[in-house]
C-alpha cells in the first residue's frame, strides 16, 4: 500500500509563503508522476501542480504559474510545492496524489490512484 504523508500546512498573511512536503512510502516512488490538488470550502478539488516521475517535466494550473513551484527529490521519496505571494484565495485543503501508472501529470483527479490526507492551507487577509 502507498502511504502519502503531508507536512507543511498552516496559517500565513497575505503575500506569506509556505513549503508543503509529500512524503511517499511507495517502493515506486520515482517512476510515478505526483502532483498537488486542492479543495476549498463549496467548490470542487482542482489540479494545482504536477511532475514527472523524473522531474524533468512540470505543468501548473494558469493561477499557478509564477507564485507556485513544484519540485521532487527522489532520493527522499518526497515531492514539494513551494507556495509564495500567498492570497485568501488561496486557502484550502492541499492534497498530494499519485499516479499508478501513466507519465503525464495531468489535471483529472480520475487520473490519481493514491491521496494523501489533506493539509490545510489558511492565508489571511
Known amino acids: 500500500q502507498v502511504q502519502l504523508v503531508e507536512s507543511g500546512g498552516g496559517s500565513v498573511q497575505a503575500g506569506g509563503s509556505l513549503r508543503l512536503s509529500c512524503a511517499d512510502s511507495?517502493?515506486?516512488?520515482?517512476?510515478?508522476?505526483m502532483a498537488w490538488f486542492r479543495q476549498a470550502p463549496g467548490k470542487e478539488r482542482k489540479f494545482v501542480a504536477g511532475i514527472t516521475a523524473s522531474g524533468g517535466t512540470t505543468h501548473y494550473a494558469d493561477d499557478m504559474k509564477g507564485r507556485f513551484t513544484i519540485s521532487r527529490d527522489n532520493a527522499k521519496n518526497t515531492v514539494y510545492l513551494q507556495m509564495n505571494s500567498l492570497t485568501a484565495e488561496d486557502t484550502a485543503v492541499y492534497y498530494c496524489?499519485?499516479?499508478?501508472?501513466?507519465?503525464?501529470?495531468?489535471?483529472?483527479?480520475?487520473?490519481?490512484?493514491?491521496w494523501g490526507q489533506g493539509t490545510q492551507v489558511r492565508v489571511s487577509s
Open positions: 496524489a499519485v499516479q499508478r501508472s501513466g507519465w503525464y501529470p495531468e489535471t483529472a483527479v480520475a487520473s490519481y490512484d493514491y
Open positions: 511507495g517502493r515506486t516512488f520515482s517512476s510515478r508522476v
